[in-house]
């Protein structure tokens, strides 16, 4: 792999793909990519995405990864990225995420650091089921229709469904994971309180310091 190039922020990498955007999240089309970056890239951010149909090639980990249909990458920040092929049938359902967009207004700034699928770090590759892929592509299709509606509390909204999206993630991968002692930790608990949360108050309460109160966080 050729030397990474150092992106320093999320309009940056979206630009190697002839996109201009310039919000601090950016969640993917689905259509199919017509440009590729040539060499690789280092990024800052938070990336969740799911291979929707197709195959792509990616080098991150030292290794070079092959991504099929229903497989879900969730990689923390500070990779270094190399798109190597993808399928002319290839498309997927990308977020990416500034950490502190998210966590703007929490009083915890290590709580994406403990869901499990980040911890020390780590990435994450999972062959997911058809309903835990239309699952997750559903609040994927929210997200977006939140990005481009004109409501008063847009930006809380989006917040808001990222985290849902990313606690939806953590149940998955919990399911998928090597069975662990049934004696939960505090920060799994939390986790897992806030998705019940969430179900019960979405439509009245849409910003991430309501659920915060709530969980004393």
Avoid at 50 to 71: L, P, R, T, Y
Avoid at 102 to 114: A, T
Avoid at 161 to 180: G, V
Wanted: proline share 3%; glycine share 4%.
């Amino acid at each position: 792999m050729k030397r990474a190039k150092l992106y320093k922020n999320i309009q940056e990498t979206v630009s190697l793909f002839g996109i201009d955007w310039k919000l601090p999240y950016y969640i993917s089309t689905g259509n199919p990519l017509h440009k590729l970056p040539h060499h690789s890239f280092l990024t800052d951010y938070f990336v969740i995405g799911i291979c929707v149909k197709g195959q792509v090639s990616i080098e991150f980990d030292g290794n070079i990864h092959m991504i099929s249909a229903n497989e879900l990458l969730v990689l923390a920040p500070a990779n270094i990225l190399h798109f190597l092929s993808v399928s002319d049938d290839f498309r997927c359902v990308v977020l990416f995420f500034d950490k502190y967009y998210l966590l703007k207004n929490l009083n915890d700034p290590f709580i994406l650091e403990r869901l499990n699928f980040f911890k020390g770090g780590r990435n994450t590759l999972l062959k997911l089921d058809e309903d835990e892929t239309s699952r997750f592509i559903g609040i994927c299709d929210t997200i977006k229709e939140k990005i481009a509606s004109d409501k008063y509390y847009k930006d809380e909204m989006i917040r808001t469904l990222i985290f849902y999206l990313l606690l939806e993630t953590a149940e998955i991968h919990k399911i998928h994971s090597m069975p662990q002692s049934p004696i939960a930790s505090r920060s799994e608990d939390l986790y897992f309180k806030l998705i019940d949360l969430i179900k019960i108050n979405i439509q009245q309460h849409r910003d991430v310091k309501f659920y915060a109160e709530q969980l004393f966080v």
